[in-house]
């Protein structure tokens, strides 16, 4: 199935995996739907997507910890990109790397409201213009956190485990539809993900990559867009990707 023409629809789209996966499709064609709270860095990734070869690109300023301002941003949508044909649910943050019982309220708040939160106000507005055109693909981001729990990310790794189920439950709920649901979760990826972990501490972020090869936005932005263009009937479940130093959430090799 080819991306051209088809309407993407990317949260998080400013950073990180979220633009990779904007410039992935863009390469492909498609007309870019993106969505982040920076809108000078979305500004720079749609000029990049469009220099691409991106059919259109539109641009929205959101919080997806907003669900007012997600439903309202959703059906104000101009026509033309109201037919959203994939969604991916990529806007997403851990905050802190602590004891759960030393943990701050505001770091599990944060991670609560826009990893499970943010993302189920999102699919809510989005897919039921899918069902009711019969025809779409939801792509979420959860991680290998989701799967395996590692020590001082329990909360991080909590909002991971919904994001697992709220794929499957999803899938569940849409069969005898056409609307496909896939999860994409990687292992370690450098991108600003420890830096908003670490609050800014850009050392601290750096040592998180050390001695090893952590995958790269590009390659799970390649991961998203092939599975967004199998045949229609096609529906990958879910992929689990690690680079080759990372065994699962615990197991590393560094050199
Ligand atoms: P980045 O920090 O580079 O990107 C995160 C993106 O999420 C940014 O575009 C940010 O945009 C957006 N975002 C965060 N909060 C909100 C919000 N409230 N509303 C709208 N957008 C928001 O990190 P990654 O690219 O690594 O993270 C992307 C996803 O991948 C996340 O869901 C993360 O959990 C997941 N992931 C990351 C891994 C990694 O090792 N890096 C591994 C596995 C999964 P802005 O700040 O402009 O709003
Ligand atoms: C991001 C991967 O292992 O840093 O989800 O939690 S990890």
């Known amino acids: 199935m080819t991306q051209s023409n088809r309407t993407v629809f990317i949260t998080g789209a400013s950073s990180g995996i979220g633009a990779a996966t904007a410039l ?56 033309e990109w109201q037919a959203i044909d994939v969604l991916v649910n990529n806007a997403g943050l851990s905050r802190g790397l602590n004891k759960l019982y030393e943990g701050q309220l505001s770091d599990w708040e944060e991670m609560i409201d826009t990893n499970i939160k943010g993302l189920l106000y999102v699919t809510r507005a989005v897919v039921p213009g899918m069902v009711s055109r019969n025809s779409g693909h939801v792509i979420n981001i959860g991680s290998t956190a989701g799967h395996l729990a590692y020590a001082n990310g329990a909360v991080y790794c909590g909002t991971k485990a919904a994001v697992h189920f709220i794929n499957d439950g999803l899938r569940d709920d849409l069969l005898g539809t056409a609307v496909r649901v896939t999860s994409v979760d990687p292992g370690m990826v450098e991108t600003d993900f420890s830096l ?56 590393f090799h560094r050199e």
């Not at 501490?201 to 991961?223: F, I, Q, W």
């Not at 229609?232 to 065994?247: K, P």
């Open 196 to 251: 908003v972990r670490f609050h800014g501490d850009s050392e601290r972020a750096e040592k998180v990559y050390k001695g090893l090869t952590p995958l790269t936005p590009e390659d799970v932005a390649e991961t998203i867009v092939w599975a967004a263009s199998r045949p229609a009937h096609v529906n990958i479940a879910r992929v689990m990707m690690t680079s080759v130093h990372q065994a699962n959430s615990l197991l």
């Open 24 to 79: 992935a499709f863009a390469a492909d064609g498609a007309r870019l739907l993106l969505a982040a709270r920076r809108i000078d860095k979305l500004t720079a990734i749609a000029e990049q997507a469009s220099k691409l070869g991106a059919a259109a690109v539109h641009s929205i300023q959101l919080d997806v910890r907003n669900a007012e301002a997600v439903a309202a941003e959703i059906a104000a949508l101009p026509a």
